[in-house]
């Protein structure tokens, strides 16, 4: 566990979390950082061969933060977890550089295969809260997975996907940093159903009120 690994650590929760107010405090009292430094020492000695030792740091870990990291996920740097209760990351995951995660988030499987099961997430994408990740998948750098988001299918880069299932409704163009909204049927048909539905009810209300 490297001393500038985790001063990238530090660095990335200062660049997430405007509440965060000194090193003190992120040393002491930020879970999401406490999980990674566990989970730094689990994957080593999972990439050592050792048994048990890697699972049950793992499970201290879980205890003391909330935070669930199977020791074999490869979690790159400037890794920020916000919160944090309730994340849950599987064996397979790969992470890129400065991801952000926040509370409630699983990186979950689909499979029961000693094989490559688990999504990952390229650097810069930023996965909101409660979002779902199942599967062999890739979550392309520089995107955003929306709040309450189950993504089951490959996100490309520089995309921001949202609903469920999850669907791409935006792709930034990192040249120009502009920003093309996408058709989303699904969403479209939502607000006409929403519209609808509005109207009925004033309908109804015009009803009810002839008849008094």
Known sequence: ?????????????????????????????????????????????????????????????????????????????????????????????????????YQGVTLGGTSHLRAKRHPTLGDNVVVGVGAQLIGNITIGENSKVGAGSVVVSSVPANATVVGVPGRVVAVRNPDTDTVERLPDPVGERLEDLEKRIAELEKYLKRLERTEK
């Not at 499970?59 to 740097?77: D, M, Q, V, W, Y």
């Not at 916000?82 to 550089?97: A, K, L």
């Open 1 to 101: 566990m490297g001393f500038c690994s985790v001063r990238k650590d530090i660095k990335a929760v200062f660049e997430h979390d405007p509440a965060a107010v000194s090193t003190l405090e992120v040393l002491l009292a930020y879970p999401g950082f406490h999980a990674r430094q566990y989970h730094r020492i689990a994957h080593t000695l999972f990439r050592w061969h050792i048994p048990f030792l890697p699972r049950f740091i793992s499970h201290i870990s879980r205890f003391l933060t909330g935070i669930e990291i199977h020791p074999g996920a490869k979690i790159g740097e400037g890794f920020f977890i916000d919160h944090g209760m309730g994340v849950v990351i599987g064996e397979t995951s790969v992470i890129g550089d400065n991801v952000t995660i």
